[in-house]
Structures are given as C-alpha cells and as structure tokens.
T-cell receptor, first 119, second 107 residues
C-alpha cells in the first residue's frame, strides 16, 4: 500500500527555521518526482515545490523562493522541505504528494503536518 | 503562472440533485486538469484526471469534461457522502496551481 507520512511541523517564531520530512512506502520512491503543497487554516490549497526523481531539478512557487529548499534522500525514501526565514503567512498544513509521471496528476496520501509561525 | 478560477465558491444541494462546478484556466492547459475532493482534516482525494478520466474506485456519478481553458466537474446525483470542498488543479506546468475551491453542503 502506498503511504506518505509527513512530520516535523510545530510552532516556530517568525524568522525561524523548520525542516519537514515525508517518509514514503509502498512504491519505488526514487522513480518519481515528489511535491509539497500547503493549506493555511480555513483556506484553499497552494502548490509549494516539486523535485525530480533524481533530485537534480527543483521548482518553487514565488512566495517561497530563496527561503525554502526541497531535497530528497532516495536511500531513505524520504522527502524534505527546509524552511528558513519563516513568516506568519507560512502557517499551514503541509502535505507531500507523489507525481507519478509528467502527464499524471498529483497524488496526496498523507495526513499533513501543521506549521505554525507565531511569536 | 497559470491562474485557475473556480465557481461557485459554495453551493447547497439536496440528495439526488445534479451538481456542476466550473474551473477556468487563464491560458490553455489542454487536458492536464485534475479534480479533488477534500474533507475536513484530510488530504485531497483524486476524483478525475486528464480532465475526464475517472480515478479507480471513484463512483461513476462523478464525471469531468472540458479542454483548453474551460472545465467542468459534474456529480450526477448528489449523495450524503459527497459533502466537502472540491478543487481543480492544473498540472500542465509549474506551479501546479489550484482553483479557490467549491464547498459543497448537503441540504
């Protein structure tokens, strides 16, 4: 069974840092691109970032460029999101997703992890 | 970035009603559009991809249509379990932008 387990969320002060993890199981992690999306409390979904299967290519939404870094450890079947210079508007539940192919949709399987940026 | 405009933002309908949600892209995305249902506290669940292909296990009362910039999700006969918020997402390019969501309430 395909599973994604996000972790690493918590309360952090503005300007602080946090690293999220997403542990994958039930599929060959190293063969697929992986993505992060987020959802602020009571708001809609926002695409954040994507990383290629090998980790060589990454893309970010404009609001996180230069502050967030996506990476992956294929030997550990784990996706990461390093978040620096956090702001109040980064407060959200963060979900990871599998991108099964270039022309296939995102597949969200985890429960998400809540990041709260507040003093 | 491609903007996705979804309407309506909310609707209330009775069991058995036909429900239609529309998603418009700011530029062509051919058929690279997915529809998701999200229930409170849960991750989005895939319903439709490539505009009209029903994901395995999704009830056949859900259907999708459209291409280019105009897309529609239809629930042919609304059921009590269909409450939640529905989102469209384009995956033609990055960022994979979402519509604002449509909250569906059962009367």
């Amino acid at each position: 069974e395909v599973q994604l387990l996000e972790s690493g969320g918590g309360l952090v002060q503005p300007g602080g840092s946090l690293r999220l993890s997403c542990v994958a199981s039930g599929f060959t992690f190293s063969s697929y691109a992986m993505s992060w999306v987020r959802q602020a409390p009571g708001k809609g979904l926002e695409w954040v970032s994507i990383i290629s299967d090998s980790g060589t290519d990454t893309f970010y939404t404009d609001s996180v460029k230069g502050r967030f870094t996506v990476s992956r450890g294929n030997s550990k079947s784990t996706l990461y999101l390093q978040m620096n210079s956090l702001r109040a508007d980064d407060t959200a539940v963060y979900y990871c997703a599998i991108k099964w192919g270039q022309w296939l949709p995102y597949d969200y399987r985890g429960q998400g992890t809540l990041v709260t940026v507040s003093s | 970035d491609i903007q996705m405009t979804q309407s309506p933002s909310a609707l209330s309908a009775s069991v058995g009603d036909r429900v239609t949600i529309t998603c418009r892209a700011s530029q062509t995305i051919t058929s690279w559009l997915a529809w998701y249902q999200q229930k409170p506290g849960k991750a989005p669940q895939l319903l439709i991809y490539k505009a009209s292909i029903l994901e395995k296990g999704v009830p056949s009362r859900f259907s999708g249509s459209g291409s280019g910039t105009e897309f529609t999700l239809t629930i042919s006969s609304l059921q009590p379990d269909d409450f939640g918020t529905y989102y469209c997402q384009q995956y033609n390019n990055y960022p994979g932008t979402f519509g604002q969501g449509t909250k569906v309430e059962i009367k």
